[in-house]
């Protein structure tokens, strides 16, 4: 059995012309004797019908007060229509489809509400249907938990649901389909000439993926790697086949790309810097802190601490619960709202002197402050404020010549 998934995103779903296409990336597959597993995510962005968000909306305006658990039942709403419409659409074009839930497909997950994390997957019957010669069309971004409820994976789950299926399935490769070409250099909404990538491996892009880069769920990655599939991130309007995922020797094998010294530029908006002073003589500042933070549950990241006091940052939606978390400390924060989170990644930066001052050049010549920096063996992160962003971006890919 040779079998292929397919997940199709939002936009690939949204109008009947790229429905089309859809139905004709599913064709040509099957034209090639793969057996088929379709992921679809909920049509459209927020403002159209079926999408999430619309749905989030409309409870907001009808009580705002649904617990996690319905929640969850409202947001896998969208997902059975999108799966709904499009096993209509390939049964009228004579292809023999079916449709499952997420828990019919038989992902079991914990009840972590809005948050789940695929626990095990049971394909028993996406392998019945597929012998019987069906298409499966499986509803991504959603399972059940040990009691039947349903739950959801949080942002971006469609590509957990993806390649978490193509790992249970024993699949050859998983197929993102997206309204861009490929991984890019960075996104083209801020770069226009960011150049597709031909081949990158799981651990660069799991790093931009974190770091921002979201053409890409980094946890769908992460299982992509685990299982060792090859995944193709590529476009549902054309036929090219987009940007190869695949572990390190597949790449040497491919012979197509010489070790890269920066593969991309990713960003995260809507970040708030937090600065706390240390009075003198107190020395359990960052234990206090830093616990305090913890037991809000808030996520920390760019923590500098020095003798004079801790620098972090936190989710500019976490700001006020931090703020107000260190204020009943007996502290006085300093915060920086809006600011922005903007990466240089690249396996091949490791041990390369003058990749930080380049950066620094780059971003004082655009005329743009640095409030913040730090770095990895793979990464070099600068937090500029918001309004920088997008120039900080297009300045960084530039200076490392990454355009077309
Ligand atoms: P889907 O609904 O298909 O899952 P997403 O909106 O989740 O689509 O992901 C596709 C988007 O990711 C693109 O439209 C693009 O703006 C954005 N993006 C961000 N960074 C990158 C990058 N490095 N390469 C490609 N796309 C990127
Ligand atoms: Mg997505």
Redesign the pocket.
């Known amino acids: 059995m040779k079998i292929l998934v397919q997940k199709?995103?939002?936009?690939?779903l949204s109008t009947a012309e790229a429905r089309a296409h859809v139905i004709e990336h599913i064709q040509a597959a099957l034209n090639q004797s793969y057996q088929v597993v379709v992921v679809v995510?909920a049509m459209g962005?927020k403002g159209e019908p079926y999408a999430t968000d619309t749905l989030l909306d409309w409870i907001a305006s009808n009580g705002d007060s649904l617990p996690s658990r319905e929640m969850d039942m409202l947001m896998c709403c969208g997902e059975l229509i999108s799966a709904a419409t499009l096993c209509s659409l390939l049964n009228e074009q004579g292809i023999r489809a079916t449709a499952l839930t997420g828990a019919q497909a038989g992902i079991r997950t914990n009840d972590d509400f809005g948050n789940a994390q695929i626990e095990s997957i049971q394909p028993k019957r996406i392998f019945e249907l597929l012998k019987q010669g069906n298409v499966v069309i499986v509803t991504g971004f959603q399972g059940e938990t040990a009691q039947h409820d349903f739950t959801t994976l949080g942002r971006?789950g469609?590509?957990t649901s993806a390649t978490a299926l193509g790992a249970a399935l024993k699949a050859e490769m998983v197929d993102?389909?997206?309204?861009?070409s490929?991984?890019?250099?960075?996104?083209?909404?801020i770069v226009e000439d960011?150049k597709p990538l031909d081949v990158v491996s799981y651990t660069e892009i799991c790093n931009?993926a974190h770091l921002?880069?979201?053409?890409?769920h980094p946890r769908a990655v992460e299982v992509a790697m685990h299982a060792n599939i090859p995944v193709r991130?590529r476009s549902t309007f054309s036929t090219e086949t987009g940007t190869l995922v695949t572990n390190p020797t597949a790449i040497k094998e491919t012979g197509s790309v010489q070790d890269r010294l920066i593969t991309?530029i990713?960003h995260v908006p809507a970040i708030t810097q937090i600065r706390v002073t240390a009075d003198d003589g107190v020395f359990d500042l960052q234990l206090r802190v830093f616990k305090a933070m913890a037991k809000e549950k808030i996520s920390v990241d760019f923590i500098n601490v020095n003798p004079s006091g801790v620098v972090y940052t936190v989710y500019d939606k976490e700001a006020a619960r931090a703020e107000a978390a260190l204020v009943s400390l007996g502290l006085s924060p300093q915060l920086i709202p809006g600011c922005a989170k903007v990466s240089v990644i690249g396996g091949g930066m490791n041990g390369v002197p003058g990749i930080m001052a380049t950066i620094v050049e780059a971003l004082t010549d655009a005329d743009i402050g640095i409030l913040q920096s730090a770095d990895s063996n793979t990464t070099i992160w600068v937090l500029v404020q918001g309004e920088n962003m997008a120039e900080a971006v297009r300045a960084l890919h530039r200076r490392f010549n990454l355009h077309r």
């Open positions: 199709f995103g939002g936009t690939s995510s962005r971006g469609s590509d993102i389909f997206t309204d861009v490929g991984i890019l250099t960075a996104d083209p909404r960011a931009m921002g880069a979201k053409v890409i991130v991309g990713a």
